[in-house]
C-alpha cells in the first residue's frame, strides 16, 4: 500500500484541501478529506487531477508536427502529407515512434489514449504474418510508455465518398483496408483486452465505409466503445446528402451505430436536427480543438452537444499539441470567440471531460476519478511555475500547460516525474524515432 496526502485534489464533487487516500493494487481507497498528512504519506504540492483521457490519438501524425505549413493549403492537403509519411511505416518505426509519442503524453500529463488505428497492413496492401503487428506495436509502445490503452481498430474500406458513390481505393489507402467487413472482423477479433489494454472498434468515416457495412460494424462491436469521425469538413456532409440525401449524423443513425457506448470525433459541422439526435442517443462527442483549429476544420457546438446529451470528451487527434490543458481551454475558449460569452462551460465541467467522460468513452468506466474503488490514476500539477503561481487551485486548468505537470501516476506507478518520462526524456526519444524515419 501507498499512502498520499494532497494539498488540492479534485474529487467528483470538485476541488478540495487536504485530501489523503491510499493506493493498493492499482486502486484508490480510504480517499478522505481535511485531513493531516498521515506518517508516511507521500505529499503532493500543487493540484492533483484524477487521470486525463486522450479520446482520439493518431500517434503517427506527431512525425507532421510543424512541417505542413510551408504552402498554406486545406485539410485535404494536410491529408497528402499523412499519406506520404503512412506509406513508410512499419512495425519497427511504429512502435518507437509510438513510444515516444505515448511518453510525450504520459509526460503531458495523459494516462490512457485511445489509439485510432487504422494503418493495418504492410505496404503492398498485404497483410502481414501477424495480420495485427502494427495494433501489436502500438500495444508495446503503450505498454512500455506505461500509458493505458485503447486500441480503436478501423474498418476502412473505400477511398472516399462523392455524390456518384465511394470510390476505389488508392496505393495508401490499401494499407488501411482490409478485404471486407469479415475480414475486419476476424482480424480484431484475435486481440484480447489486459489490465492495461481495452480492444475498441471503429468505423473510419462514412466516407470509407458504406453504409451498408455500417450496421455490421456496431452488431460486431457490441460490447466495445466504438468510435467514428464524424462531419470534421463540409466536404463530408455535402458528398453524403449528394449520394445519399441525408447528414453524416443521420446516416449513423439510421444504421443503428448511435448510442452510450459510440463516440463521434470532431462533430464540428451539425444541423440542429444532428444535435438532438446526438445528444438524445448519450453519443459522446470527442472535441479536438487544436486538430481543428490547426486543419482550419471549423468551431463545433461544444456547448449546445453538451446541453442536448451528449458527453464531451477531448483528444489530441494529428498531435499539432499534446496538452490536455490547450484543448480543455480550447473547448471553452472556442466557443467565447463564437458566441462572445464566457464561462460556457465551469472549470469542473473541463475537468469532467478530460476525466470521468474521457475514461468511459474509451472503455475505462472505473477510472477517471479519485475515489474509492477506482483506477489509482493520477497526475499532479505544478502551482508554483510562472504560469500557474496565484491561479485558485479550482481554476488551474486555465492557466497550466503540460510544462506543469510534476508527476503522473498509472495504476499507482509513477511513469513520469519532473516533465521526464520513466523511460527518458520524451524529446530525446522522439528524437531517436524520427532518425529511424529519416532512415527508412
Ligand atoms: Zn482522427
Known sequence: MSSYWAAYAWLPDGCHADVGFDVVEGRFVGVRVGIEPSAG???????????????????????????????????????????????????????????????????????????????????????????????????????????????????????????????????????????????????????????????????????????????????????????????????????????????????????????????????THLTDTDIKTLGSSQTSACFCPTTERDLADGIGPARRLADAGSPLTVGSDQQAVIDPFEELRGVELHERLATGERGRFTPGELIMIASVAGYRSLGWPDGGRIADGALADFVVVRSDSVRTIGSDPDQIAYAATAADIDQVIVAGRVIARDGRHQLGPAARLLAIAFDQLEAL
Request: aromatic share 8%; proline share 4%; net charge negative.
Open 41 to 267: 504519506a507521500e505529499i503532493l504540492l500543487g493540484v492533483t487531477l484524477p487521470g486525463l483521457a486522450n479520446g482520439h490519438s493518431h500517434a503517427f501524425h506527431r512525425a507532421l508536427r510543424g512541417r505542413t505549413h510551408a504552402a498554406g493549403g486545406t485539410f485535404w492537403t494536410w491529408r497528402q502529407h499523412m499519406y506520404a509519411l503512412a506509406a513508410r511505416l512499419d512495425p519497427d518505426s511504429y512502435l518507437s515512434l509510438a513510444r515516444a509519442v505515448f511518453a510525450e503524453m504520459a509526460q503531458a500529463g495523459y494516462t490512457v489514449v485511445g489509439e485510432f488505428h487504422y494503418l493495418h497492413h504492410d505496404q503492398g496492401g498485404r497483410p502481414y504474418a501477424d495480420p495485427n503487428a502494427m495494433g501489436a506495436a502500438l500495444i508495446q509502445a503503450a505498454t512500455e510508455a506505461g500509458i493505458r490503452l485503447t486500441l480503436i481498430d478501423a474498418c476502412y474500406l473505400s477511398g472516399g465518398l462523392t455524390a456518384t458513390g465511394h470510390l476505389p481505393l488508392d496505393s495508401v489507402q490499401q494499407r488501411f483496408a482490409d478485404r471486407n467487413v469479415d475480414h475486419w472482423q476476424a482480424r480484431i477479433s484475435l486481440m484480447n483486452d489486459t489490465d492495461q489494454v481495452r480492444i475498441g472498434a471503429a468505423a473510419h468515416s462514412v466516407r470509407a465505409v458504406p453504409a451498408e457495412v455500417l450496421r455490421v460494424i456496431g452488431e460486431a462491436a457490441e460490447e466495445q466503445p466504438l468510435h467514428v469521425h464524424l462531419s470534421e469538413q463540409p466536404a463530408e456532409n455535402a458528398a453524403t446528402q449528394a449520394f445519399y440525401g441525408c447528414t453524416p449524423t443521420e446516416l449513423l443513425a439510421d444504421h443503428g451505430l448511435l448510442g452510450r457506448r459510440t463516440t463521434a470525433v470532431h462533430a
